[in-house]
């Protein structure tokens, strides 16, 4: 079933005349009746088709949030920051978690755009080659990536891992391992972030990107406020 329609088919008493199929060019003289006339008429065309293939909610949220991007205009950016009595209660919850003790990792810093996870090596971290196992690696990744996403959702809300890519840059044999996790762009529902993870020299050992989706209602309580 047609949903947005054409002008150039339509058939509007109070227009002019056209036939069927041919659109004149703009720079034809005879196209200023048609353009003045035809414009409006398909823009409301295509919107209303717009509106009945995803919903008027749907395009009134599209066109509210192009509005605030047009030229001329200057985007305003709110921030909030995170309460510090929060983030205190949140890394005893995430650190005393059964996975991150028992490996051991902790977090120990997370901003609205950042995290930051480290982890001393240990013999329980070595694969039969005498070096860090890439799965310790890759959980570094995924837990700073995933702290690094959090900062700016609703306290109510949550996230889940559903992409996470790496690569494997050089070996770690021994010392501490730190990763540092950026946000790189957050949206409603997707959330995309990235790490690298070093040595306590600065070596570069591995970087990895993930790709996050918000959890409504999914939040961690605390019993504080997570924005001051």
């Not at 949140?90 to 902790?106: A, C, G, K, T, W």
């Amino acid at each position: 079933m047609a949903i947005l329609s054409s002008p150039a088919s339509s058939t509007l008493a109070s227009g002019p005349a056209v036939e069927p199929g041919l659109v004149p060019n703009r720079g034809d003289p005879n196209a200023e009746e048609y353009y003045r006339y035809f414009s409006p008429h398909r823009h409301f065309a295509w919107s209303m088709g717009l509106a009945r293939l995803i919903g008027r909610p749907l395009l009134y949220s599209i066109t509210s949030t192009w509005s605030r991007f047009r030229p001329g205009r200057t985007r305003v950016r709110m921030t909030r920051a995170l309460n510090p009595e929060y983030l205190t209660r949140l890394y005893q919850v995430i650190n005393e978690s059964p996975f991150p003790s028992h490996l051991p990792m902790r977090v120990t810093e997370m901003t609205l755009d950042t995290s930051r996870v480290e982890l001393g090596i240990a013999a329980c971290h070595m694969q039969p080659f005498g070096i860090v196992h890439g799965g310790v690696i890759a959980t570094l990744i995924d837990t700073a990536t995933f702290w690094a996403g959090f900062g700016p959702l609703p306290e109510d809300s949550g996230l889940v891992n559903v992409d996470l890519k790496l690569n494997y840059l050089e070996a770690a044999t021994k010392g501490m391992l730190i990763a540092t996790g950026r946000r790189i762009r957050t949206g409603r529902t997707t959330s995309y972030t990235e790490a690298y993870v070093r040595t306590e020299e600065g070596r570069l050992v591995a970087h990895g990107t993930s790709t996050l989706m918000a959890l409504p209602g999914k939040g961690i309580p605390v019993g504080v406020p997570k924005f001051l």
